[in-house]
Nanobody, 126 residues
Framework: QVQLVESGGGLVQAGGSLRLSCAAS??????????MGWFRQAPGKEREFVAA????????YYADSVKGRFTISRDNAKNTVYLQMSGLRPGDTAVYYC?????????????????WGQGTQVTVSS
């Protein structure tokens, strides 16, 4: 089993920044063998892809809506993946979920991995 715990969400004004973290753990879990990603779900909308990173840290993938504003990164020594968000907009308001999938390309925009965190709320005020 894989446990994913997100943190770092909160309320921020438009134009502000937040950094989300996702700590991964598991009895037989090897973080460096998993691709990691972030998805989000706004009220009344379907869950959508935000960003993903391969197991070595490259390549990375981004939704068009966040390119140039969000950066995904990972620290394999800390079993943690990050999402640095800047230039936040009210449209970024959502619950953000961490996702893990086995293999270098285990998380792709149209193919999430098998494991999900519980989510962290990000609210951007105008």
């Amino acid at each position: 089993q894989v446990q994913l715990v997100e943190s770092g969400g909160g309320l921020v004004q438009a134009g502000g920044s937040l950094r989300l973290s996702c700590a991964a753990s598991g009895r037989t879990f090897s973080f460096s063998l998993y691709a990691m990603g972030w998805f989000r779900q706004a009220p009344g909308k379907e869950r959508e892809f935000v960003a993903a990173v391969a197991w070595t840290g490259s390549p990375t993938y981004y939704a068009d809506s966040v390119k140039g504003r969000f950066t995904i990164s990972r620290d394999n020594a800390k079993n943690t993946v990050y999402l640095q968000m800047s230039g936040l907009r009210p449209g970024d308001t959502a619950v953000y979920y961490c996702n893990a999938g086995k293999g270098s390309f285990g998380v792709l925009p149209t193919s999430p991995g098998d494991y999900w965190g519980q989510g962290t709320q990000v609210t951007v005020s105008s």
